[in-house]
């Protein structure tokens, strides 16, 4: 099948910034790709290049065959775009909004189900600005699927959404792309690109540094895993761990001992030590790489939960 | 086509859901008419050439009317939809830029229409008042002055970083416009300087038009103010044309 989204050697800058440095990726039909990295390391600037919001400096970008720049009204007609920054006339009720967008297209789909599927129908009166955030943003994607596109851009789609609408709206993205369509997201979240896509880019000061599937990134990084549990007996002697093939260190403070090291049956290596001592523990659990260690290997920056890197 | 009819239509609603716009454009002309039409009636007097109060008001409020919808409702919706990014949210449709702003326009010239129908209704119902014109004369009049206002209200959203700068500046233009044109207090009985002073004002040139072309003036009577309101109109679209962003 060809690819539904082909990028190459983008570039755009601003007076003396560079934005975006030479990024090039495909993505395929079906696909949830998603585009990670800090604020201001180009995300949002490559995405409105790809929807024809921008227009880049230099680079070949094609959408479904189509240039945005020279093809962009037939483009639009067949993609749905989330904005970052975007807002609706105050006093537009949700079904005004819906019913106004649909006549924009050549083939709009019913917008009546696509209030039940967002869980909006009950704000079908309401006014734009009697929404709650995550409300506005199921109502924009409701408009970016008014269309029925065959690609969907969704920009920053959680940012300052609580944890439970961010759930919410992960569940959405993926009942898209079961509706046969391609989604292309930002997010500064490693959790969410980690969780929702599958292929993730991180970019950061405009170049791309990895791009894979979220596991193969993880396994690449080579990272260790380790075992934290809570030793039963004050007086723990953690000396028959270290014996143990594949462990390369083990610390303990006070009551909690955490093992780090590498092997696929690390766990079982070290249960099993645990059990020839007769040790007595509690809460034992395993934490992985997460993509946020891989971008903090690849950058050397850390990502904050409230976004931008560190 | 059909996206931007109804856009039109979603506009127009959202025009009649801001009590502000509404009142200034519909109720405030005919509060102002009912007002002076109570203290000074409508007897014609050789002070108004032989017509009456109402006579001489009725075409100079319906200049405020467009004050009302120029220089202040759609500087002020078209600055907002930049600032928070409606624009940019219609932008990203295959809607073409023409029917975004166009549809500003015909809504805007639409209400201007209708507070005039209802001014020139009130006028003519509570105080008979006189029309000696050609109605498509006057049509033709009201049209271009509302145009010109208009386009003066886009040059106002283009020139203004945010919408709070652009209702100031709406503001600024309607005030002195409105009280010093003759459109709110008849010019005949300003003083020498202040008359001097109003032709500096579009709104002076639609109220001397409009009531010229409620007498029947020929054409020819009124180049001065075709002339000024063709160059604001044509001003206004250049300038917003070069200047207008969208984001």
């Known amino acids: 099948m060809t690819a539904a989204i082909t990028v190459n050697d983008l570039r755009k800058t601003y007076g003396p910034l560079t934005a975006v440095d030479g990024v090039g990726f495909e993505v395929g039909p079906g696909e949830i790709f998603g585009m990670v990295g800090p604020n201001g390391a180009g995300k949002t600037t490559t995405i409105e290049c790809l929807e024809g919001m921008r227009s880049p400096d230099a680079g070949d970008i094609r959408i479904l065959g189509l240039d945005p720049r020279r093809d962009g009204y037939e483009l639009r007609e067949r993609i749905g775009v989330q904005l970052q920054q975007s807002s609706l006339p105050d006093d537009i009720k949700v079904w005004e909004a819906l019913d106004l967008f649909a006549s924009y297209y050549r083939k709009p789909a019913p917008w009546e ?37 065959e690609v969907v851009f969704l920009d920053e789609l959680t940012t300052g959404l609580d944890p439970h609408a961010r759930r919410a709206m992960w569940k959405l993205v993926r009942a898209i792309r079961d509706r046969g369509k391609t989604v292309f997201l930002t997010t500064h979240y490693m959790e969410e690109a980690e ?43 953690p000396a028959p761990l270290r014996a143990v093939a594949g462990v390369t260190r083990v610390d303990v403070a006070g009551d909690k001992v955490t093992v780090t090291g590498r092997g696929d049956r690390l766990v079982i290596l070290v249960v099993n030590a645990l059990d020839a001592q007769q040790a007595r523990f509690r809460d034992l659990r395993t934490e992985q790489p997460s993509l946020d260690d891989v971008f903090m290997a690849m950058t050397g920056d850390e990502m904050k939960p409230d976004g931008g890197a560190k | 086509m059909k996206g931007l009819v109804k856009l039109i239509w979603v506009e127009f609603k959202l025009y009649m859901r801001q009590p502000q716009a509404a009142f200034f454009t519909l109720a405030f002309p005919l509060l ?81 229409l209708a507070g005039t129908l209802i001014l020139v209704a009130g006028a003519k119902l509570v105080y008979h008042m006189r029309f000696n014109g050609a109605v498509g004369a006057v049509f033709l009049g009201f049209t271009l002055s509302t145009l010109s206002f208009l386009a003066v209200g886009f040059l106002i959203a283009s020139v ?74 044509v001003v206004g679209v250049v300038v917003s044309a070069k200047a207008f962003r969208w984001e």
């Not at chain 1, 734009?128 to 199921?138: E, I, T």
């Open chain 1, 113 to 149: 189900p696509l209030l039940d599927e967002l869980g909006i129908a009950d704000k079908r009166e309401a006014r734009f600005s009697k929404l709650s955030g995550g409300q506005k943003q199921r109502l924009f994607i409701a408009l970016a699927l008014v269309n029925d596109p």
């Open chain 1, 195 to 237: 969780h929702l896509c599958n292929r993730v880019l991180i970019i950061d000061r405009g170049r791309i540094v990895a791009l894979d599937t979220p596991e193969k990134l993880v396994a690449n990084l080579k990272a260790e895993t380790r075992i934290v549990f809570t030793a039963a007996e004050p007086d723990y002697d």
């Open chain 2, 32 to 112: 102002l008419l009912f007002m002076f039409g109570s203290i000074y009636g409508n007897k014609p007097t050789p002070f108004f050439g032989g017509r009456g109060m109402v006579d001489v008001s009725t075409p100079a409020y319906i200049a405020i009317i467009m004050g009302s919808t120029g220089l202040m409702s759609i500087s002020i919706v078209v600055s907002t939809y930049r600032e928070k990014g409606v624009l940019r949210r219609f932008r990203a449709t295959p809607l073409r830029p023409a029917a975004i702003l166009g549809s500003q326009v015909a809504v805007n010239y639409v209400m201007t």
């Open chain 2, 160 to 233: 203004a970083r945010t919408s709070r700068v652009a209702s100031i500046l709406g503001m600024l233009f309607y005030f002195p416009n409105i009280f010093l044109s003759g459109a709110t207090v008849p010019k005949e009985i300003f003083p020498g300087a202040m008359r001097s002073f109003s032709k500096v004002l579009p709104m002076t040139h639609v109220v001397n038009l409009l009531q010229g072309l409620w007498i029947g003036n020929p054409w020819g009577k009124h180049i001065t103010e075709l002339v000024v309101l063709a160059g604001f109109l």
